[in-house]
């Protein structure tokens, strides 16, 4: 017990704060707060409470207090303290002081898990509309419905084995994926529908719907469930420049905010880990030259960030965690940039 209270009190998150001495000993271009410390809520996550504590989020590891009997450094609770101390040397480090007894046996979700929960249960991305194709599927329905919801009762063909009391998640084709240039396609991605549970198998598998995110039809693909738990990674910056794009929204809206998903054209195969975080750039538009009246080109903006949640080898999925103005397919992604002298200057005062 004396062993798990002392790591806990030696936790350490990579987050930032900013009092006028410290920001001083912070590393080099780290832009940091004014807060102190934070008693961790219900509700929180692990990008609001960073973003409490530092301009950007992604770059806790600069103050990070690596500890090596630590070996899942993101995992906090409700009750928590985080703290700044001053380690060798005078470094700011962030630390979380341990509630005791725990208020609850749930760790912080990295972002909302309303966000993110519903693509982690799916494989996500799948590989051709020939292996959709080949997925069981819903075949029929003594009820001659357009749409069914939780509770309605189906026939699946593909599930003559399946043990009864299996559950499948139920998913419908998404956008078909191509990196900007390329001809070939890296997949397609899944909508995820909902979940259905097997009441008998056979040739015609009777299913009942367990849950409804979207509107569930005949002809749609089933896939066993796997459990989903929302990782805990932290953001951070890619190892490498990144230089990718948003290529599909998982939603009917035409701009997107902070909380919905995109999917970006780069994946693990690409030095890509879950947790990183890249900006978002709206390319260049032209206006007019006041004075000439001449074609005048305008930079590249800076419009918001996104975190990756779940890399692919090829793909990625990334959630939005802000964003100035719509977010559309099509807008560029890139690494951090990093801060400048005077920006770190700006953010200290």
């Excluded at 002392?6 to 987050?15: A, H, K, S």
């Amino acid at each position: 017990m004396q062993k798990n209270i002392w790591r806990n009190t030696l936790f350490c998150l990579g987050l930032g704060a900013m009092a006028p001495v410290m920001a001083q000993a912070a590393p080099s271009g780290t832009l940091l707060r004014s807060a102190h410390s934070y008693t961790v809520k219900r509700g929180d996550t692990l990008w609001g409470i960073a973003a409490h504590f530092l301009h950007n989020p992604w770059e806790w590891p600069r103050l990070w207090h690596r500890n090596a009997y630590i070996k899942n450094p993101n995992l906090i609770y409700p009750g928590d303290r985080v703290v700044i101390i001053r380690g060798p040397g005078g470094q700011p480090e962030l630390r979380v002081i341990a509630l005791h007894p725990r208020m609850t046996a749930e760790p912080l979700p990295t972002v909302a898990r309303g966000e993110v929960m519903p693509f982690l249960g799916t494989p996500g991305v799948i590989a051709s509309k020939k292996a959709y194709d080949r997925l069981p599927y819903l075949a029929a329905s003594a009820s001659e419905h357009i749409v069914y919801t939780v509770g309605d009762k189906l026939y699946a063909s593909g599930l003559a084995h399946a043990p009864v009391g299996a559950h499948y998640q139920i998913v419908a084709l998404g956008p078909e994926l191509y990196r900007p240039g390329r001809k070939n396609a890296v997949g397609y991605a899944l909508h995820d529908l909902g979940s259905a549970v097997v009441r008998r198998n056979g040739a015609h598998a009777a299913m009942e719907i367990t849950s409804a995110l979207k509107e569930i039809s005949l002809g749609d693909r089933l896939i066993p469930t796997t459990k989903s738990v929302v990782p805990h990674y932290f953001p951070s910056a890619p190892s490498h420049p990144v230089h990718a794009d948003i290529i599909a929204k998982m939603s009917d809206y035409p701009e997107l905010m902070a909380g919905q998903v995109v999917i970006v054209d780069q994946g693990r195969e690409d030095g890509l880990r879950d947790g990183n975080v890249l900006q978002i750039k709206r390319a260049a538009e032209t206006t007019k030259n006041t004075v000439t009246g001449k074609a005048f080109a305008l930079p590249p903006q800076k419009v918001g960030s996104v975190m990756l949640f779940r890399v692919f080898p090829t793909v990625s999925y990334a959630v939005i965690t802000t964003a100035t103005r719509g977010i559309q397919v099509g807008d560029h992604l890139a690494s951090p940039s990093p801060v400048s002298t005077s920006d770190s200057s700006a953010g200290n005062g």
